[in-house]
Each structure stands twice: as C-alpha cells, then as structure tokens.
C-alpha cells in the first residue's frame, strides 16, 4: 500500500470540515495537485484562473481543465457536497450502502445514486489493481449465485458465477485479497490472473484441482493438497474465510448480485477489507482514489 499520509476523520469532523460547496471544491484541488497545477495535456505549470467558470487554462497549450475532469466527478451536474456524502457513507458503512439508501440520505434519484456507487466502486477496483500480492499466496474458487441444487461443481452446466479469489498471508495473518470473476477455472485463466496479480517467485496454495498446475510452469513455488470436504478450510484458511464473508456482505445488504455486476461488489468488499486496519483514514483513501480514477461514463456502467 501507499506511503501518503492519510486525514483521520471521524463524522463530527467530516461534518464540521465539509460544510459548503466551497469546502470541497478546495479539497478536491489538494488531492488533484498536490504539488500545484500540472496540465494534463502538455505538463505546464502555469496557468490562469478562470473563477467565475471554476477552470484553469494552460499557458503553454492553452487547454482549460476544471477540478473534476478526469475523476468519477466528470462532467458531473450532482453538488460536489453530495458527492463527498456519498463518499463518506460508503467508506464508514462495512454492511455495504444499497442505491435506494444512499438516494435517501443525500436526496438525489435511485439512478443517480446507483450510478454514483457503480463509479466509486470501479475508482475502488481501480485503486487495488496497482497493488501485487506477496508472501505465501492462498488461492481457490467459488461460486455465486444460481441455486443450491447446483452446489459447488466446476466445470460446464453451472448458471453460477465463478470467483477467483487470492489472498496473501504471512504466518498466521492475512494481508491483502483479490477477487476476480472469471468464464471458468482453467490453466490459461490461472496463468493470467496469477501473473496479474502476484509477484513472481512467490508461493502459492491450492487444493488439487488440475487447473493450478500450471503455477510452476510460471516459476510459482506450488503447494498443491487433494483435500477432502472437511480440510479445505484448514489448508485454505483465508481464502473460505473470505469467500464466506463476500457472499454474507453480498447477501445480506445487496439480496444477491448477477454476473453482469459483481465484479463492482467484490472490489467494494476487497477495497475495504485491505484496509481494515485505517478504517479511520478511509474517507480520504477513498477521495483520493475517486480523484485517481479514470472517467468512466453511465453507458459503460451498464454494459
């Protein structure tokens, strides 16, 4: 993770710091340009200010950029006062924030609020993927969805959707989680998200499916273990544990998700989770990230 010092911020003191439009116009400008203006374009630093339209023009290019072009805010018609709430209530809720709740508490529509989350989720999946994992790697799939009478099988024939899910320990504590929906489990799918995601020269458990063979053939170190039913949760400690923690915050807040979006839910439950232990600091990790993030527009929301 990040060495940037993160704010510490409690309700009371969001409340009292983030009063006004203006209050968080400013702090978007911090977390924009830490060092000063910079154009995205051709990397000038100087610039004009044009307050009455909230904008910057470059002097070198010309190009005029406003706080929140480039960001999940773009081109954004919602106050940037709700859009901090928002923030705010889905960094400090562990139980997850439902659209039809959020549209409530800042009083905007149930689209416009669900197209919020959807854009601070993906500023969320965004963020973990520039993190590797390292140390001993625990890795193993499941299944969402679809019905009991499917359980567990891989393979063909399942309307359920399958998740890879990693986790990196180091003695008896567990660091960081990756979870990644995927078509199917097979040697070229655990290559690739293996490769994407941890450090090469690590060592990675698993059970004995066939499929994860193909780790010492990427320079993995592989602890492979056939498990029966009643010692998977032993060997794969974290990666049940998480497992069962994702499907119970899916669940219990959400009712169930399709494929079509779960990705966004699982990187809410990762992002959180990888930073259980800043809960405090968690609003700004999060404006930071939302600031960080790529535009992403409604249409590629719902595809």
Request: hydrophobic share 35%; proline share 1%; glycine share 8%.
């Amino acid at each position: 993770m990040s060495n940037k010092k993160y704010n510490e911020m409690s309700i009371l003191e969001f409340q009292k710091r983030f009063q006004t439009e203006e209050d968080c116009y400013k702090r978007l400008l911090e977390l924009r340009w830490t060092d000063g203006f910079i154009c995205p374009r051709c990397e000038e630093r100087e610039y004009y200010n044009l307050p009455k339209r909230r904008l910057y023009q470059c002097k070198g290019c010309g190009y005029q950029v406003s706080v929140t072009a480039g960001t999940i805010m773009h081109g954004t018609r919602t106050s940037l006062l709700q859009w901090f709430w928002a923030i705010f209530l889905v960094s400090t809720d562990k139980r997850g924030l439902s659209a039809l709740a959020l549209s409530k508490k800042i009083k905007v529509s149930y689209w416009k609020a669900w197209t919020m989350l959807q854009k601070i989720r993906r500023a969320m999946g965004q963020r973990d993927a520039h993190y590797k994992l390292a140390g001993v790697i625990e890795i193993d799939d499941s299944f969402f969805g679809g019905s009991k009478a499917e359980g567990n099988k891989r393979g063909r024939g399942s309307s359920k959707t399958v998740v890879m899910v990693e986790a990196s320990t180091e003695g008896k504590r567990v660091d960081y989680a990756k979870m990644t929906v995927v078509d199917q489990v097979d040697g070229a799918t655990v290559k690739s998200i293996v490769r994407m995601d941890v450090y090469g020269g690590q060592t990675v458990k698993s059970d004995g499916f066939s499929a994860y063979t193909v780790l010492e053939e990427e320079g993995y170190r592989h602890q492979r273990e056939v498990l029966g039913e009643n010692k998977a949760h032993k060997v794969l400690k974290w990666t049940h544990i998480l497992i069962s923690n994702a499907k119970a915050f899916i669940l219990g807040t959400f009712h169930g998700v399709g494929k079509k979006h779960l990705q966004a839910y699982l990187n809410e439950f990762c992002y959180r989770f990888n930073r259980r232990n800043w809960e405090s600091q968690l609003f700004d990790r999060l404006a930071t990230a939302c600031v960080s993030s790529n535009v992403v527009s409604f249409s590629e929301l719902i595809q």
